[in-house]
């Protein structure tokens, strides 16, 4: 449509932000001024371009006068904000501060404001096509839709990994002619992957929470034609009325994806992945005295410990300075 605004004149919060750990973890380690450009960087998204905002000396510039503070922490925010996933890493290495949650949001507006042939261009775009068409759906009938709060997700490095987990026939996680209602247990495998490291408590109960949603349904939506990708959709899944989120501190839980990532590449290590993802993972981490200790169970010290030399660079990054320990879990039999 010609000369259709970009930029957005308001955008939805919501009440529980400052609950999110990685906005606790941003004020604690940068303060108030930390908060307050992460949100005044959420303003410029949305009044200019709707769903990105270019990062660059001349942005860090304006940010810093505005509030009368230096460039260098400017930078430092930001480069805090894309480490807990706040932004999207990858494209804030790019020079575009942008993240999932932030387009969900953007064409809910959208679509709400009924904005005719929105779409965000390739370049730019983290949620897949699945997910914006959920999200047009959530306009018109919200009480059939997910939450439209998300926390960052992690839609990129599945799709770039679909390939690595799919079998041919569903390597897309597109439906073909004549597939079951019924999942395949590699597309069940991502399924947990997913609701992993969305942080749930019980990622296997969403598992099947989410199967048996659709399965009801034929994996039709609501406004009629068939889901053609289930991986797409459950990268968007957010069911009403489950608060049982925020399982490990963000910081950690990043660490433990970007690793789990690293380890998804290495051919010899994909047997003992889903080790990392167990719906039962007990791992508790501590950081005292310049010294990460995970507190883990016998066999997944034992493969992690063979992984040791992809995680010093994590480590680095994420836990600067600290030297790594393990540390046998005791399981209570009782």
């Not at 860090?60 to 006068?65: G, L, N, Q």
């Not at 699945?130 to 306009?139: F, G, N, R």
């Not at 960052?152 to 987990?165: D, F, P, Q, R, T």
């Not at 034609?225 to 957010?238: N, S």
Request: hydrophobic share 35%.
């Amino acid at each position: 449509m010609a000369n259709q605004k970009a930029g957005l004149n308001y955008f939805t919060i919501d009440t529980d932000r400052y609950q999110d750990m990685r906005i606790k973890r941003l004020k604690k380690n940068l303060g108030g001024q930390g908060v307050a450009v992460y949100d005044y960087i959420l303003c410029e998204v949305y009044r200019v371009r709707g769903y990105y905002y270019e990062w660059n000396e001349d942005t860090a510039f304006d940010i810093a006068e505005y509030w009368g503070i230096k460039e260098t922490l400017v930078q430092e925010i930001v480069k805090y904000c894309g480490s807990v996933g706040l932004f999207s890493k990858e494209l804030l290495s790019r020079g575009i501060i942008t993240s999932a949650s932030i387009q969900r949001r953007y064409l809910d507006m959208c679509a709400r404001a009924k904005r005719k042939a929105v779409e965000i261009p390739e370049k730019y775009k983290i949620i897949p096509e699945e997910c914006a068409k959920i999200t047009e759906e959530c306009a018109i009938i919200p009480e059939e839709c997910p939450q439209s709060k998300v926390k960052e997700s992690i839609v990129k490095e599945n799709k770039e990994n679909h390939s690595l987990s799919v079998s041919p026939s569903t390597s897309s996680g597109e439906q073909v002619e004549g597939q079951s209602d019924e999942p395949t247990p590699e597309e069940r495998e991502i399924f947990l992957r997913i609701f992993f490291f969305k942080n749930y408590k019980n990622p296997a109960a969403q598992v099947e929470r989410f199967i048996n949603h659709y399965k009801a349904t034929g994996w039709v939506r609501k406004g009629g034609g068939k889901i053609k990708d289930r991986i797409a959709l459950a990268e968007c899944w957010e069911p009403q009325g489950d608060a049982q989120k925020n399982r490990f501190q963000y910081p950690f839980l990043n660490f433990w994806k970007d690793l789990y990532d690293d380890l998804l590449k290495i051919e010899e290590a994909k047997a003992g992945l889903h080790l990392m993802i167990d719906s039962l993972l007990g791992v508790e981490m501590q950081a005292y005295d310049k010294k990460l200790v995970l507190i883990l169970e016998k066999p997944l010290m034992d493969y992690l410990e063979r992984a040791t030399r992809l995680m010093h660079p994590l480590l680095g990054e994420y836990y600067p300075n600290h030297k790594l320990g393990y540390r046998v879990r005791r399981i209570d039999n009782h």
